[in-house]
């Protein structure tokens, strides 16, 4: 845990630079003690998170989620890939040759429909079976009950909800 302590109030500024890296590592900015009045007394504690031993699958074909999913689960430590292409039956390789903790998945794929993808993933017994996370806007609950998926995950869905139940397993 590093500290640094005290700038006179002008000086913040110089902590632009400080600011900037904490945001491109997997840690927590806390700032504590400020007093503008009489100037600015601090510390900064950066706190990093143990390493998370899980892989992570995204299959998301909306660029912008995946990103975004990519960048969220990497901040909490898990070690993230991502599947970019159009094909279904690449998806399946893919499971097969990174062998995945957890898929975590669009149900509305535009080449393939997640819902059949989980039940194929299911049925390959030559791997280590991943947890299977499916999300959409539409309510699929039910479908994803009857084929083994671990989690359904309505969208718009909070970040915190999928964080803490990947740390729970």
Same mark, same amino acid.
């Given at each position: 845990?590093?500290? $640094?302590?005290?700038? @006179?109030? @002008?000086? %913040?500024?110089?902590?632009?630079?400080?600011?900037?890296? $904490?945001? @491109?590592?997997?840690?927590?900015? /806390?700032?504590?003690?400020?007093?503008?009045?009489?100037?600015? @007394?601090?510390?900064?504690?950066?706190?990093?998170?143990?390493?998370?031993?899980?892989? !992570?699958?995204?299959?998301? #074909?909306?660029?912008?989620?995946? &990103?975004? /999913?990519? $960048?969220? /689960?990497?901040?909490?430590?898990?070690?993230?890939?991502?599947?970019?292409?159009?094909?279904?039956?690449?998806?399946?390789? =893919?499971? $097969?040759?990174?062998?995945?903790?957890?898929?975590?998945?669009?149900?509305?794929?535009?080449?393939?429909?997640? *819902?059949?993808?989980?039940?194929?993933?299911?049925?390959?017994? &030559?791997?280590?079976?991943?947890?299977?996370? *499916?999300? &959409?806007?539409?309510?699929?609950?039910?479908?994803? #009950?009857?084929?083994?998926?671990?989690?359904?995950? *309505? =969208?718009?869905?909070?970040?915190?909800? /999928? !964080?803490? %139940?990947?740390?729970?397993?």
């Amino acid at each position: 845990m590093g500290v $640094t302590k005290g700038v @006179h109030p @002008h000086r %913040w500024c110089k902590l632009a630079p400080v600011a900037q890296w $904490t945001e @491109h590592q997997p840690s927590k900015l /806390l700032v504590e003690g400020s007093n503008p009045p009489r100037g600015a @007394h601090f510390s900064i504690f950066l706190k990093k998170k143990g390493k998370v031993n899980m892989r !992570i699958l995204i299959v998301e #074909d909306d660029s912008t989620m995946r &990103s975004l /999913l990519k $960048t969220l /689960l990497e901040f909490e430590n898990f070690s993230v890939d991502t599947y970019e292409k159009d094909k279904a039956e690449e998806i399946l390789l =893919k499971v $097969t040759s990174s062998t995945p903790d957890v898929v975590l998945m669009d149900v509305n794929l535009r080449f393939a429909n997640g *819902l059949d993808l989980a039940s194929k993933i299911r049925a390959i017994p &030559s791997i280590k079976q991943p947890k299977i996370i *499916l999300s &959409s806007g539409m309510d699929y609950q039910k479908e994803c #009950d009857k084929r083994a998926v671990d989690l359904f995950l *309505l =969208k718009p869905y909070m970040p915190d909800d /999928l !964080i803490k %139940w990947l740390h729970a397993i």
